[in-house]
């Protein structure tokens, strides 16, 4: 079985962290950043949350995550949005999206071949 830091390992560098999108959330990962946080709903949505309709994502003040002060202040009860970023899928058929995430993410095993990060990241995601 394929261990993930075997293949990445997070820094909290924060580089994944900004941007002006945000992240959804549904709702276990409401209820988890709830829990991790101590907080109610309500004080949530005030503080940290953007709610647009039945939509709810974490707010980006200045460019980067509400939870990001020199990492994640809630990565144990990150989204699982941000929690499978950056072991996406997507790299399984482009090489250029390793390069791509490779060039962002310090937390990537620059160790490996396309070919090696590919088998180890197919075998990483199948005993998930």
């Known amino acids: 079985m394929v261990q993930e830091s075997e293949i ?5 560098c924060g580089h994944c962290c900004q941007g002006q999108t945000t992240v959804s959330l549904d709702p276990a990962d409401m209820a988890r950043m709830l829990a991790v946080l101590g907080i109610r709903r309500e004080t949530a949505e005030e503080k940290y949350w953007r709610v647009t309709g039945a939509v709810v994502q974490m707010k980006t003040p200045g460019g980067h995550c ?7 202040t809630v990565h144990s009860g990150k989204p699982w949005r941000c929690a499978q970023w950056p072991l996406h899928p997507s790299i399984l058929v482009d090489e250029a ?7 962002s993410c310090p937390g990537i095993n620059r160790n490996l071949s396309y ?3 590919k088998i180890k990241l197919a075998a990483y995601l199948a005993g998930q």
């Open 8 to 12: 990445f390992e997070c820094q909290q």
């Open 66 to 72: 509400v939870f990001f002060d020199r990492g994640c």
């Open 97 to 103: 999206n390793l390069s791509a995430i490779r060039e």
């Open 115 to 117: 070919e090696e990060f």
